[in-house]
């Protein structure tokens, strides 16, 4: 694994971005426009940063796969944060739909088990390596980095299959929401 800077930041984008474009809990709250590509990268960017600041982000080291870690324990509210929370809703949400966000951002922080955790945001590999075994060859390195913090790991998931994928390392499902699709919510605790 290699830890991400600001220099992998574009292949980071475009990882996540191909990974989630058609994914279910991304188009639900990105604005569906003729932008909508645009709008999932603005948001697949914004995550980016708010992972650069409040955990890590990490590479596969062939550079075809990434994971954006949020450790929610050391988020605060810094300039920088709040500027990337307007630009979120400017290019990605729309301010027709912050209700909407932050609705949904409400009933998802009363799911997730508060104190120190690793949140893991996204895994992506890109379209042409995927079911190659890459990314699960990836996913035991972040829980062997989690293991080491002596962190509890969570995610959420609305592709259903990939629960078995997660089951398959450890993880197991502790809730679901319903958005017009279901949020399946994932623990691995060491």
Known sequence: MIKANHSHKNLVVAILTQSFEHNPSVNYIIKQDRKRLE????????????????????????????????????????????????????????????????????????????????????????????????GSEFLKQVLVHARNLELPIYLETSVHKNLDWYKRFGFQVYNRLSFGHTLHFLSHVP
């Not at 708010?50 to 890590?56: K, P």
């Not at 932050?102 to 998802?108: F, Q, S, T, W």
């Not at 088990?113 to 995927?130: R, T």
Request: charged residues 25%; contains cysteine; glycine residues 8%.
């Open 39 to 134: 709008r999932v990268m603005a948001l697949m960017s914004y995550s980016f940063e708010i992972c650069s600041l409040f955990g890590e982000v990490w590479l596969t080291d062939d550079l075809k796969g990434c994971a954006l870690l949020l450790y929610p324990h050391k988020k605060r509210i810094t300039f920088k944060s709040v500027y990337y929370d307007l630009v979120l809703i400017l290019h990605s949400i729309g301010i027709g739909r912050i209700a909407l966000a932050v609705d949904r951002e409400g009933k998802i922080k009363k799911v997730r088990p508060d104190g120190p955790s690793v949140y893991l945001w996204f895994i992506g590999i890109k379209p042409d390596a995927q079911n190659k075994g890459l």
